[in-house]
């Protein structure tokens, strides 16, 4: 992981509420989604899940720093930008190809192209819309001395560190 801008427009950030409670955030990079549906989109779900991961992660590792056993989730916020652009084209129609003129034939010098009247290249239009998301995840967490189960929505931050290094380690995040 790396803190936010360091290596792009993704990463993580910290700040401290109180000695022990922390305020741990990522945003992870822009990524490609359906234009049509850019919210209910499996990338955008999957990137809100791998923010969450991220934040949760680092969230362990400051505890492990600091000497602690056990962290809570207080609050969480997940969010995600999206970003819906849409981009007009004039292109010319595949019947005036500049490259190839299937028309150009020296056999029926008189014939012409299709939908040309004389007045010129035909042009058509096209909208083109895609569609970009960035997750944002925000948690803020009570680091503990010592691990009690009997506490609720407590964890053990050994346990999540050696879940997050066992499945999301070998990336660049």
Not at 9 to 19: E, I, V
Not at 125 to 149: M, N, W, Y
């Amino acid at each position: 992981m790396v803190p936010l801008g360091s290596s792009g427009d993704f990463g993580y950030a910290q700040r401290d509420l109180a000695p022990d409670r922390v305020e741990v955030s990522y945003r992870g990079d822009a990524v490609p989604v359906s234009a049509a549906v850019p919210r209910d989109d499996p990338r955008s779900k999957a990137q809100l899940d791998l923010a969450h991961d991220l934040a949760l992660w680092r969230a362990a590792q400051i505890a492990a720093e600091r000497g602690k056993a056990g962290l809570k989730i207080e609050i969480e916020n997940r969010d995600s930008d999206v970003v819906v652009q849409q981009r007009n084209y004039y292109r010319a129609s595949p019947y005036n190809d500049p490259v190839f003129d299937p028309y150009d034939d020296p056999f029926w010098p008189g014939y012409r192209r299709p939908f040309d009247h004389g007045f010129g290249p035909q042009y058509r239009f096209e909208q083109v819309r895609t569609a970009t998301t960035r997750a944002i995840v925000s948690l803020t967490v009570t680091l503990f001395q010592g691990f009690d189960p009997k506490v609720e929505g407590m964890f053990p931050v050994s346990d999540i560190l050696a879940r997050m290094q066992a499945v999301r380690s070998g990336a660049v995040y």
